[in-house]
């Protein structure tokens, strides 16, 4: 065989393989980082800070949809009692609709869109986002570090 045609070859099998699609490594990476997606969702909605923590360990950054940044958790303080008159608010996120995940080792990102149903004061309004999410693999689990959301507007053209 000569140098030319090994190289050829070899160069066959590497497009070859490329083109067979994402390594199962990489598919297995998807699932846990929607998993992990799906469980922030489930512990926003039910309201569980120590979950929300855990998910959301060395998070850096958070772009909210009116385009401010949001308070990140490390940066409350929870040893203040509520406010006496506080307005009485439910929420509920709808999980992602159309995720698309990518994954680069032990970073990952997500985007899709969420409905953000909120009543305040009987008042219901419900608001349409696009999500992009930021991942980082440590000590085995997939952890939220960044999120920014925009608005969506539905019909628009």
Request: net charge negative; with cysteine; glycine share 8%.
């Amino acid at each position: 065989m000569t140098t030319l045609t090994l190289k050829y070859s070899l160069c066959s099998v590497v497009l070859g393989v490329a083109l067979l699609g994402p390594i199962p490594a990489q598919a297995d990476a998807k699932k846990e980082v929607l998993a992990a997606a799906r469980a922030i969702i489930e512990a926003a909605n039910a309201g569980d800070r120590d979950t929300m923590k855990k998910l959301h360990e060395n998070f850096q950054s958070a772009f909210g949809a009116s385009g401010g940044l949001l308070t990140m958790p490390r940066d409350k303080d929870e040893t203040k009692p509520p406010q006496e008159e506080q307005r009485e608010v439910t929420w509920r996120f709808s999980h992602w609709k159309h995720p698309e995940i990518y994954v680069n080792g032990n970073m990952a990102f997500l985007t899709g869109y969420l409905d953000f149903t909120r009543e305040i004061d009987g008042e219901t309004e419900t608001l349409h986002w696009r999500d992009t999410c930021i991942f980082e693999k440590r000590d085995g689990r997939w952890v939220r570090i960044h999120h920014h959301t925009s608005p969506l507007i539905i019909g628009a053209q």
